[in-house]
């Protein structure tokens, strides 16, 4: 069974940081993508950041540029998101995600197979 495993999440103030990490565990599976999403109470899911082994692209949500950095290891198939400058409205569980299929683009959540169970990140102001 293949499961991501989140890490990294808190209680920060605001103009603050943060850094999730994600990881498999269980069997060994092949990655194209991982990706970041998140999900604020009262909220549907949202797409945060993503990114692609092939050609190294990487995708942001609007709401996240310039202030979040996803970088990770194709060879471990693990990823991280670099949050700086927070603010409260970040405030949401987040989630990590893999998909085995190659994509264009990443932000829809159907993109994606496997899921973590999510990591809170509150942002006091």
């Known amino acids: 069974q293949v499961q991501l495993v989140e890490s990294g999440g808190g209680l920060v103030q605001a103009g603050g940081s943060l850094r999730l990490s994600c990881a498999p565990s269980?069997?060994?599976?092949?990655?194209?993508?991982m990706g970041w999403f998140r999900r604020a109470p009262g909220n549907d899911r949202e797409f945060v950041a993503a990114?692609?082994?092939?050609?190294?692209?990487?995708e942001y949500a609007d709401s996240v540029k310039d202030r979040f950095t996803i970088s990770g290891d194709n060879a471990k198939n693990t990823v991280t998101l670099q949050m700086n400058n927070l603010k409260p409205e970040d405030t949401a569980a987040y989630y990590c995600?893999?998909?085995?299929?190659?994509?264009?683009?990443?932000?829809?959540?159907?993109?994606?197979?496997?899921w973590g169970q999510g990591t809170q990140v509150t942002v006091s102001s």
């Open positions: 269980g069997r060994t599976f092949r990655v194209n993508a």
């Open positions: 995600a893999a998909s085995t299929t190659i994509w264009p683009f990443l932000k829809r959540s159907d993109q994606y197979d496997y």
């Open positions: 990114i692609r082994w092939t050609g190294a692209y990487t």
